[in-house]
């Protein structure tokens, strides 16, 4: 893969240098020469040692997955109609000879909490077989009768268990807010953590936690104490994903990075469907609530088996413990790798702390020096979060039962995270992003002149629009961690990733668009993408480019200078 044509500033430029001296072995390598990246192409960009690391984190991934979306069966709606006194029995089903004509129907389903009146009901002496046609008025509903109800399948959410019907069912919406509301708070306070205290140990302590809380909540007496558990498990749970994701890209080296963090996300999608087929094999909420988080718990020996992030250790200064993972990492990998380039690279990344004149933590600094980035990037999180979860919500597209229509959603997520391997270098970050961005735009305006019959091309551009959604949030992903500092890359990740929450409160909100206009929904999804994919172009370009260790290299990002003569020097030789 060819170095991009932009020469970095000085303090980074030899960083992003490989002189031959360092392939050889690393035998008379200058220090400035020395740096983590070029180490980690050294002993391999990845090898055993960080697919073993891999491995484990794709775990804390696919159970990151199984948290979030769990509400989505456990507080869903169950299918019901009214209980007609005078027709049914305790043994009648759901759908019966008299529903034709006693039930209103709402599209192909009957209505759950209305049924026709019946003239002859109020004179009724439960004798008199009056559960006839002529008797009912087509004109007139009324509400079901001391809310009893005939239920379609064996089905418990929390629904029927806490009497949720109705009048009330915004309570299960409220749910889905609920849960994004915790991790609005959960994900930058889980992104201090890991930037304070260490990645794996934010992936224990989030893991685990979660798994408790979730455990708990199988067991809420009531739908207040429900709530309070989905909250407090999001608010542990949710910088999972980003911490796994930053900790996969600062493992291994730049040729490796977007493959790596592709195969970690496909575990997010296997997470989804593995959510709904449990569902469908138990439809208890309480038993899938125990099925999902009671595997999680083997996530507390991660605070002794997942080594931290070597480039985490070095930017807080913690020199002999990196040195001790590089160690293992060149063993494991079976290179060598001799003492005198540790203590080189001790030395180089000493220097450039002390030169850099920030404090360890610099999170003032940072939003002072990339506020328009930040802000970009946060408008760029809520957009993609407001049409993933939007097109989700447009699952009526797809025929046949909720729980395989769930699968079907997330199946067609996995080659979305492949198609940045194929894109993403040759094309560079900035633009695979806006070109992702503006074809879901264009499939959400297909949509609008796709109608009538032609339910195929509907549903291809359905597919394509979160396809391609799916594939832009990968690179979105990436790209944040890249135009960020070290030391502060998984607090702003988290900060962006929390605004984009603001995208997912406004998703499920979006149906009651099409009671005043049909097209409402998929022409603000579309407006969003293209819109935000255009302001991605002023993100700076960050292929090839080494991670940044400090805001004074984040800074520089995207800086043309010409090169200084001692460094054109050093490269001609």
Known sequence: MENTSETPPATTATVQTQSPSVTAGYTNADPEDVTLDSILKYIGQFGRFQLMIF?????????????????????????????????????????????????????KELDKCNRYENYQLSGWDQIQNICLADNYNRSKTESCPDSEFVFRDQEITISNTFGIYCDDEWKLSLVGTINNIGQFFGIP???????????????????????????????????????????????????????????????????RRVLACSVITVFYAIGEVAVAMFAKAVQNWRTLLLITYTPPLILLAY???????????????????????????????????????????VIANQEKLQQSEESKFPIREAFSNFKWRIANCSLCWIVHVLVYYGLSLNVVLLDGDKYNNFAYIALVEIPGFFLPLLI??????????????????????GTIFVGGDQTVLQLVLFLIGKLTITASFQVLYFFASEIFPTNLRNSLLSFCSMMGRFGSMIAPQTPLLAKYYANAPAILFACAAIFSGMLTLFFPETTNLVLPTTLKEADAIGVKKKPSKGLELNQST
């Open 55 to 107: 491995l484990l984190i794709c775990l804390p991934m696919m159970f990151h997955a199984m948290f979030s979306v769990t509400y989505v069966f456990t507080a869903g709606t169950v299918m019901h109609r009214c209980n007609i006194t005078e027709c049914d029995s305790p043994e009648s089903s759901y759908e019966e000879p008299w529903t034709e004509f006693s039930i209103p129907k709402r599209g």
């Open 189 to 255: 306070l889980g992104g201090f953590v890991a930037d304070r205290l260490g990645r794996s140990f934010s992936i224990a302590l989030g893991g685990i936690l979660g798994a408790i809380l979730g455990i708990v909540r199988s067991f809420s007496p009531s739908y207040v104490w429900f709530l309070i558990f989905e909250f407090l498990d999001n608010v542990t749970s949710s910088t999972l994903y980003s911490t796994c994701f930053v900790i996969g890209i600062e493992l291994v080296g730049p040729k």
């Open 303 to 345: 605070f002794w088996i997942l080594p931290e992030s070597v480039r985490w250790l070095l930017s807080v200064g913690k020199e002999e413990r990196a040195k001790n993972i590089l160690r293992k990492a060149a063993k494991v990998n079976k290179r060598k790798l001799s003492e005198s380039v540790l203590d080189k690279l």
């Open 424 to 445: 993403m270098d040759r094309f560079g970050r900035r633009y695979s992003l806006c070109g992702l961005m503006l074809l879901s735009g264009l499939c959400c305006i």
